[in-house]
């Protein structure tokens, strides 16, 4: 397993801009897919975005198209999220995650696609 540690999170008004950051250890994290997701207060974890091993190949959920954008630098081991426009509904504990695939360009949208989590980042969006 990988070991994610996820940082960047706070406080922002609506329209506001945050970069989430997920630093990786314990394994080499071009071997993995990695994903953003969220869980929202009286709310389901859901996903946000994820992207491939290479970095070529990215995917978001409907929510985020358009405003997040998501990437990595696996030289840093480091995976990043920028949020912009960012909503009251964006409120929410972001989490990390990497999934294992042999695939380069294998992107990830379910959780049961993933073998290791962060501990979790609050952002809080104020209207």
């Known amino acids: 397993q990988v070991q994610l540690v996820e940082s960047g999170g706070g406080l922002v008004q609506a329209g506001g801009s945050l970069r989430l950051s997920c630093a990786a250890s314990?394994?080499?994290?071009?071997?993995?897919?990695m994903g953003w997701f969220r869980q929202a207060p009286g709310k389901e974890r859901e996903f946000v975005a994820t992207?491939?091993?290479?970095?070529?190949?990215?995917r978001y959920a409907d929510s985020a198209e358009g405003r997040f954008t998501i990437s990595r630098d696996n030289a840093q081991n480091t995976v990043y999220l920028r949020m912009n426009s960012l909503k009251p509904e964006d409120t929410a504990v972001y989490y990390c995650?990497?999934?294992?695939?042999?695939?380069?360009?294998?992107?990830?949208?379910?959780?049961?696609?993933?073998?290791?989590w962060g501990q979790g980042t609050q952002v809080t969006v104020s209207s």
């Open positions: 995650a990497a999934g294992f695939t042999f695939s380069l360009e294998a992107t990830m949208t379910s959780e049961r696609s993933y073998d290791s």
């Open positions: 314990g394994r080499i994290l071009n071997m993995y897919a």
């Open positions: 992207i491939s091993r290479s970095g070529g190949s990215q």
